[in-house]
């Protein structure tokens, strides 16, 4: 079966100091892998969602970048963190194509102080 | 934007009562999807239900699409207090384009 892990779970940073997060996804080849954000009581926004290696699409231009170096391997990054980047980051994937059920992640809760 | 919208934000019920909500969504569709999240955790799929279809059931989950009126409703029957979440309505255009997701319902219900 597929899992689907993220790490860390929480998370408290300074502004101004990088991030980076990581996904991995296992039990399934090729998905098409997503980054979202939270806001505290909000809806999700996308970030970034990839259909393969080295292909990143961004949906939201900020200081976030995101990398899928390996198959099921999709990191999201800063250099310098802001204070609005404080949020629940949440990892899923889909079978190629991307217009079926989506699989979550457990999420990472970050702080930026 | 083509996000979708769930009304209501917010639902208080008791134990035992049913729960509705609904989801508007502003053009054509390929499928509509339903999610639960649990406070602090990651999204949980609960149905799909293709632009074809009209209605599909899943236990106590109950989903209705009318295409003509760009609207959706989810409705749990008998709820419990288990079923304290937030459902999020996700929707799916045309294309290769991903899911967009609304604000999503805060569910309450009471023991």
């Known amino acids: 079966s597929q899992t689907i892990h993220q790490w860390p779970a929480t998370l408290v940073q300074p502004v101004g100091s990088p991030l980076s997060l990581e996904c991995t996804v296992e039990g399934t080849s090729n998905p098409n892998l997503y980054w979202y954000r939270q806001a505290a009581g909000r809806g999700l926004q996308l970030l970034f969602y990839?259909?393969?290696?080295?292909?990143i699409s961004s949906e939201v231009p900020q200081n976030l970048s995101a990398s899928r170096p390996q198959d099921r391997q999709f990191i999201l990054s800063s250099k310098k963190l802001l204070l609005s980047d404080s949020g629940f980051y949440l990892c899923a994937w889909s079978v190629i194509g991307g217009q079926e059920t989506q699989y979550f992640g457990p999420g990472t809760r970050l702080l930026v102080l | 934007s083509q996000q979708g919208e769930e009304d209501p934000q917010a639902l208080s019920i008791q134990e035992g009562e049913n729960a509705t909500m609904n989801c508007s969504y502003k053009?054509?569709?390929?499928?509509l999807q339903w999610y639960r999240q649990n406070s602090g955790r990651g999204l949980v799929h609960l149905i799909l239900?293709?632009?074809?279809?009209r209605e599909k059931h899943s236990g106590r989950l109950r989903v209705t699409l009318d295409t003509s009126k760009k609207s959706s409703s989810l409705l749990i029957t008998a709820s419990r207090a288990a079923d304290t979440a937030s459902y999020f309505c996700a929707t799916v255009y045309s294309g290769n384009t991903p899911l967009v997701f609304g604000k999503g319902t805060r569910l309450s219900v009471i023991a």
């Open positions: 239900i293709r632009s074809n279809e």
């Open positions: 053009t054509s569709i390929n499928n």
């Open positions: 990839s259909v393969g290696i080295g292909q």
